[in-house]
């Protein structure tokens, strides 16, 4: 019985130290496999079509690691279902570092709670790498809207429940989702226009036809600048640097109030750690060149750079943040 249990002893460690050399086979060719990374050209998915913000982050980043990598990173565009069919591909892709997502807010903290049947988790299937930039929303009114602030604004719309109108890109978009908090925290009942996109939505308010909206810097300032909207205040809680005279929604009477649109690069769940270090750290370099934030800054964008810890994290507060306005709202798409 003695000699039985030595035996079964030696098996049991010769079981651990064949499991111990395969673990460090595995770290081996991890560590290997990031040395040489990347050794092929990388694919990185936006989830919208081509001329959207995330080409104007992505074009920059994909020029960038190219440089410093020898290898090309190549932007591929696959739009649809509010980013869904871009992050399932990347979900079901291989996770060895040659396929990536630039995914947005919508995509990794609201979908989740729009979508009944989401085809991807974004935590579970992915590896979060870094979070890219941010930028604001401007609240702007037709001209037409007697409010000089969001105070009277406010004011306003509580004098007159369901008579001021809001357009936004889409049910369950970013400038939707942001009037919907500020409604939230304020008290205020306005009417939703959603349009599909927020191409088609921008000129029904300068006709007129609604009264408000979140705006892009980009598809706002230069009727800011024309006199034909009004710029009310800033949807970060901070300042905005593209338009530093323009006070935030909390500065404005609304404490806690922040709502912004974010950039992310992640990859395949289970793509090897030390590859994920590798980009988010250029990421990290990259967020920091001055030539960069000039270009961004130009587009109303912040470069921000983060660890992907950090970058969990926040996908995980923002969903949470997200999903109950989204329930409060009652946004649904099938």
């Not at 979900?91 to 991807?120: C, E, F, I, M």
Request: glycine share 10%; net charge positive.
């Amino acid at each position: 019985m003695f000699q039985a249990t030595k035996i079964q002893a030696a098996k049991q460690l010769g079981r651990l130290f064949a499991m111990t050399l395969l673990c460090a086979a595995a770290v081996g060719a991890h560590g290997a496999q990031a040395d040489t990374y990347p050794n092929k050209p990388v694919r990185v998915i936006v989830p919208y079509a081509v001329g959207g913000g995330g080409d104007i982050v992505g074009r920059p980043l994909a020029q960038y690691l190219s440089q410093r990598t020898g290898q090309r990173f190549i932007m591929d565009n696959h739009g649809g279902a509010n980013g869904n069919i871009g992050m399932d591909m990347v979900a079901k892709a291989p996770n060895d570092g040659y396929t990536l997502v630039l995914a947005l807010t919508a995509q990794l903290a609201v979908n989740q709670s729009l979508y009944r049947n989401l085809p991807y988790d974004p935590v579970k299937d992915f590896e979060p790498v870094s979070l890219l930039a941010s930028a604001p929303y401007f609240l702007v009114v037709h001209p037409s809207v007697p409010a000089r602030n969001l105070a009277e604004f406010i004011k306003l719309a509580k004098a007159n429940p369901g008579k001021y109108t809001y357009g936004s890109s889409g049910n369950g978009s970013g400038p939707h989702l942001s009037m919907e908090l500020l409604k939230s925290k304020a008290g205020i009942d306005l009417v939703h226009v959603p349009f599909k996109g927020a191409g088609p939505a921008m000129p029904a308010l300068l006709a007129g036809q609604v009264s408000a909206m979140f705006a892009s810097y980009g598809l706002a300032s230069q009727q800011i600048k024309a006199g034909k909207l009004r710029v009310l205040a800033v949807s970060t809680a901070n300042r905005a640097v593209s338009m530093p005279d323009v006070p935030t929604v909390a500065e404005s009477g609304v404490p806690g109030y922040d709502s912004n649109v974010w950039y992310a690069l992640l990859a395949p769940r289970g793509t090897p750690k030390p590859i994920v270090a590798r980009l988010s750290s250029e990421i990290a370099t990259l967020v920091k060149s001055s030539d960069l934030r000039q270009r961004f800054l130009t587009d109303g964008i912040v470069p921000v750079g983060s660890t992907p810890e950090e970058l969990g994290a926040y996908i995980k507060s923002e969903s949470t943040k997200w999903d109950a306005v989204v329930k409060q709202s009652g946004a649904t798409i099938d």
